[in-house]
């Protein structure tokens, strides 16, 4: 038998960075056959850079989750697969007011129904091995909701539902699903990889001042505070060798802490707590902006009689 048939073959969505690009080295170094895959191969550099600081090696290949016909390319050329990580995902800020129809049904189309239309065909091949574990990247966000993030914690809600219902259904033939549900990490998804909808500075908009708050408190509090992502991509390696895994994790303390008030009643005592915090942010930075406005027009007064006296 040869050595690629011995290694247990994962295909990795989402692989250009963050958790998909951790994973994909991770599981190289744990002697997983990789595939690690991404919709823009012109952001595999940073991956093959990874790749090699480690001295392991993994295939690159596109996929755009979106795409039927990739979908059917890379299962044909690399299936059947042993283990399955739907990590492909976006996010895309700003109240549900404001983000566009086109905006939210990107965020589905990339977050759930890609995962869905993979795990659809990639599971049919695990069912006739009797054998096979499909790790779905849901998010704390899919829990609890997070504000100015209704669309992506929407559609992380969809894949924790998709990945407990799949569960049930591929029990029979020993075919295990899990959801991962990271909090906050510090990765490109929300530094330089975050979209804002399109409507996000829209000045005519009533969440408007509540939209310049929300940017102050991720760029205050929530990014200094947010975990290493190699947290998750250790994590997740964990799982794809255990032999009994979980049916869902959550990793990073604030999702332990939500999760677990959550859990205890209290969901209501944190979506207060954030609340306040939002409404003193947006307080202090729309008095930041009156005060930039009131030196503008101070200092345009003080040219004006300056204009006039000579």
């Not at 997740?236 to 303390?253: D, F, L, N, S, W």
């Not at 959550?262 to 003193?280: D, F, I, P, Y």
């Amino acid at each position: 038998m040869s050595e690629k048939r011995i290694k247990k073959r994962v295909l990795i969505t989402g692989c250009s960075s963050g958790f998909g690009l951790l994973t994909a080295v991770e599981a190289a170094k744990a002697g997983f056959d990789c595939i690690a895959t991404m919709r823009n191969m012109e952001k595999t550099g940073s991956l093959n850079a990874a790749l090699h600081q480690a001295n392991v090696n993994a295939t690159i290949d596109k996929l755009d989750v979106t795409e039927p016909g990739e979908i059917e390319a890379v299962v044909a050329k690399y299936g059947p697969f042993d283990i399955l990580i739907n990590n492909s995902g976006i996010l895309t800020m700003g109240s549900f007011l404001d983000i566009t129809e086109a905006e939210m049904r990107e965020v589905f189309e990339i977050n759930y129904f890609g995962a869905v239309a993979l795990t659809r065909a990639v599971a049919p091949a695990m069912i006739a091995q009797r054998s096979g574990l499909i790790i779905n990247i849901a998010s704390l966000a899919g829990v609890v909701g997070h504000l100015f993030n209704a669309a992506y914690s929407a559609s992380k809600h969809a894949l924790i539902g998709f990945s407990q219902s799949t569960r049930m259904e591929l029990n029979p033939f020993n075919v295990k699903v899990v959801s991962v549900e990271p909090g906050y990490h510090k990765t490109e998804m929300i530094r330089r990889n975050a979209n804002v909808s399109e409507n996000f500075y829209d000045r005519q908009s009533p969440m408007f001042e509540q939209n310049r708050g929300f940017l102050r408190l991720m760029f205050d509090e929530v990014i200094p505070r947010a975990g290493e992502p190699s947290a998750v991509a250790e994590r997740v390696v964990e799982i794809m060798q255990a032999k009994h895994p979980r049916q869902h994790y959550t990793i990073g303390k604030d999702a332990m802490w939500a999760t677990i008030a959550t859990r205890l009643g209290l969901g209501g005592l944190l979506e207060k707590k954030v609340c306040q915090k939002l409404a003193t942010t947006a307080r202090r930075e729309n008095r930041k902006d009156q005060n930039k406005k009131d030196k503008r027009k101070n200092r345009f007064a003080s040219e004006q009689r300056t204009a006039d006296s000579e």
